[in-house]
């Protein structure tokens, strides 16, 4: 498995922006597919977007337009741009990484508000 912590979470006015990042413990290019989830208060979690090894990058449709998925291979990091904010995009940010068989890894979570 591959351990994952985020960070970057924050309270951001509607229409701003903010970038998550995810620090992966071993090589991203060893990592299957990297993505995020969100899980937003008394809803289930959901996928965002997710980043395949590859190269090639999916969204909800939720986000497309507004987020890009991108990744630092030299720093071992993921990363999500998240332009033009709304309230719908208040969450708990997950980040995840799948490596061959073995379970999914989740990081710990960062949160977004966004508020004015």
């Known amino acids: 498995q591959v351990q994952l912590v985020e960070s970057g979470g924050g309270l951001v006015q509607p229409g701003g922006s903010l970038r998550l990042s995810c620090a992966a413990s071993r090589s991203i290019l060893s990592i299957n597919r990297m993505g995020w989830y969100r899980q937003a208060p008394g809803k289930q979690r959901e996928w965002v977007a997710t980043f395949t090894s590859g190269g090639l990058t999916n969204y909800a449709d939720s986000v497309k337009g507004r987020f890009t998925i991108s990744r630092d291979n030299a720093k071992n990091t993921l990363y999500l741009q998240m332009n033009s904010l709304e309230p719908e995009d208040t969450a708990v940010y997950y980040c995840?990484?799948?490596?061959?068989?073995?379970?999914?890894?989740w990081g710990q979570g960062t949160e977004v508000t966004v508020s004015s």
């Open positions: 995840y990484g799948d490596v061959g068989a073995l379970p999914r890894s």
